[in-house]
């Protein structure tokens, strides 16, 4: 029921910028010098998760919103068909840099057998094990054209149920 910040029409391309919830993996290198992630990333002092001016979706979780986007003309119950034509990392304005993260967890569609069973055939469940993240940095050719992410170290710590 939020406003939407963009509106659209059909047929019609629009440009979305979006900041991975995972920038929080490596402050110095995913959020410090870039301002606008800096800000999404701020906490006052006295701020709560309850205080705290962004969208808070039921289920969203930890990530970040981006949208409502409004197709005019689009009605509750329409299927609508998106087509993404690009993906580009967002680089850090004063490094020039750009870094992302995979996680590794023990949760999820990969880690369960088809019978719902963990892959090791003990009883799935969401809590337990640990989470390895892997920091990679995107690198590029001479002509700007993305090649891979490189890693550049990886941590483990545990999964938590509460902060």
């Known amino acids: 029921n939020a406003s939407p910040v963009v509106s659209?029409?059909?047929g019609e391309t629009i440009t979305v910028e979006i900041v991975t919830h995972h920038s929080g993996h490596d402050f110095a290198k995913m959020i410090r010098g870039d301002k606008a992630v800096e800000e999404?990333?701020?906490?006052?002092?006295?701020?709560?998760?309850?205080?705290?001016?962004?969208?808070?979706?039921?289920?969203?979780?930890?990530?970040?919103?981006?949208?409502?986007?409004?197709v005019k003309g689009a009605m509750p119950g329409d299927v609508l068909e998106v087509e993404i034509m690009e993906l580009d990392p967002r680089y850090n304005p004063e490094t020039g840099r750009c870094f992302g993260t995979n996680s590794q967890k023990f949760a999820g569609y990969q880690y369960r057998a088809d019978d719902g069973t963990a892959r090791d055939g003990t009883p799935y469940v969401r809590t337990g094990g640990t989470e390895a993240i892997t920091v990679f940095e995107f690198l590029e050719?001479?002509?700007?054209?993305m090649l891979f992410g490189k890693p550049v170290y990886m941590y483990r710590f545990p999964n938590m149920t509460a902060p």
């Open 8 to 10: 659209m029409y059909s």
């Open 40 to 70: 999404i990333f701020y906490w006052e002092e006295t701020q709560t998760l309850e205080n705290k001016p962004v969208p808070k979706l039921p289920g969203s979780g930890v990530h970040l919103i981006t949208g409502p986007i409004e």
């Open 141 to 145: 050719d001479k002509k700007g054209n």
